[in-house]
């Protein structure tokens, strides 16, 4: 399928893109502004209505399209559009604004619309898949820290003697995180992959720091099946470990909650702050790389329909996620 017209994003930069060429070309023919806001709003009336039964027929017809060959898409947009400008311009005869109904001409504009709509979808669709490898690069880089394997290794090499055991423990979950790591990743995985994920890098962590490292999980089995981009929710737990764990002599509580409401999916990850975060000197914060990484893997993946925050919640940090299901 070389467009999607169900996306919630795809209609609304559809509407915003017709209603700018509209009042645009409305100047053409308003010499003052209130001809103009009733020129617009004459002219909105039939090519709005035109817009949404585009966008609505191309979502209903969306399996169908698909199995098109390419020509074939973009000759059935341009089709779908020419009758939706005839539709349009229908409404506006009928109720009488028209005294006499340009047919040619509405059909040719929403063949345009609908042609120039495709367009931009298909160069989108085209450009998300290097953006998205740029940033799933960066975000290894910046994840697989050397010193994060140093120290690591060091914890498994100090357990050797004593406790071999848990060491070899320890290094299966590190092998398993690089594995996965460097493995060839489709666009999306699922939330119970991404959980499985973090659990082994915190099984490791937690041999790390003992019990400085406090867990805490809140799983909905019903959110399972929401779709992530790869690789997203490690680097979050990551970073309340490297903030809230790490610079704490008494540690600090970690707690990933997921839930399902309704259509959307909430991840959360939560850490607790050391004190040092109210002394005179702070801790420095961090560049905040990994968390642009996940809003920008978001954004590629669902587009406006992800919501993303982040920020200090009295004495927690907070990461919250909402995608669709």
Same mark, same amino acid.
């Given at each position: 399928?070389l467009?999607?017209?169900c996306q919630v994003?795809?209609?609304l930069?559809t509407?915003?893109f ?6 645009v ?5 308003a010499?003052?502004?209130g ?5 617009l ?13 585009w ?5 209903w ?11 074939g898409?973009?000759?059935a947009a341009?089709l ?10 229908g409404l506006?005869?009928l ?10 001409a509405s059909?040719?504009?929403g ?12 160069l989108r669709?085209?450009g998300?898949?290097?953006a998205?490898?740029t940033?799933?690069?960066t975000?290894?880089q910046s994840r697989?820290?050397?010193?994060f394997l140093?120290?690591?290794?060091n ?16 290094l ?6 690089f ?12 939330l119970a ?11 490791? =962590?937690q041999v790390?720091?003992?019990?400085? $490292? +406090? ?5 909905? @089995?019903?959110?399972? !099946?929401a779709r %992530?981009?790869p690789?997203?929710?490690q ?6 470990v ?6 704490s002599?008494?540690?600090a ?8 409401r ?5 991840i =959360?990850?939560?850490n607790?702050?050391?004190? $040092? +975060? ?5 801790? @420095?914060?961090?560049h !905040?790389?990994? %968390? ?8 590629l993946?669902?587009d406006?329909?992800?919501?993303f925050?982040?920020g ?13 299901i």
């Amino acid at each position: 399928m070389l467009f999607d017209a169900c996306q919630v994003g795809v209609v609304l930069r559809t509407v915003i893109f017709v209603e700018a060429v509209v009042a645009v070309a409305a100047l053409f023919q308003a010499p003052t502004p209130g001809e103009w806001v009733m020129l617009l709003a004459t002219v909105t009336g039939g090519a709005l209505p035109g817009a949404l039964l585009w966008l609505l027929t191309a979502c209903w017809l969306k399996k169908p399209l698909s199995r098109l060959p390419r020509a074939g898409q973009y000759g059935a947009a341009a089709l779908l559009g020419a009758l939706s400008g005839l539709y349009g311009c229908g409404l506006l005869r009928l109720t009488g604004v028209l005294g006499s109904a340009p047919w040619i001409a509405s059909a040719l504009a929403g063949a345009m619309f609908a042609s120039l709509v495709m367009a931009a979808l298909v160069l989108r669709a085209r450009g998300q898949t290097p953006a998205a490898t740029t940033a799933r690069l960066t975000e290894l880089q910046s994840r697989i820290r050397p010193h994060f394997l140093f120290n690591t290794l060091n914890s498994a090499i100090a357990l050797v003697r004593e406790e071999p055991a848990k060491a070899e423990a320890m290094l299966e979950d590190l092998s398993e995180l690089f594995r996965r790591a460097l493995a060839d990743a489709g666009e999306s995985v699922t939330l119970a992959d991404e959980i499985a994920l973090a659990e082994r890098y915190l099984a490791i =962590e937690q041999v790390r720091f003992g019990d400085r $490292l +406090r867990i805490q999980w809140d799983v909905d @089995p019903a959110a399972n !099946g929401a779709r %992530l981009p790869p690789l997203l929710l490690q680097p979050l737990v990551e970073n309340a470990v490297k903030h809230g764990v790490e610079p704490s002599p008494d540690g600090a509580k970690i707690r990933i909650r997921t839930e399902r409401r309704g259509s959307m999916v909430v991840i =959360e990850v939560l850490n607790s702050l050391p004190p $040092l +975060r109210w002394a005179d000197e702070p801790l @420095p914060r961090g560049h !905040g790389i990994a %968390l642009d990484n996940v809003r920008d893997r978001l954004r590629l993946l669902h587009d406006v329909q992800a919501q993303f925050s982040a920020g200090m919640d009295q004495k927690t940090y907070r990461v919250r996620i909402a995608i669709p299901i």
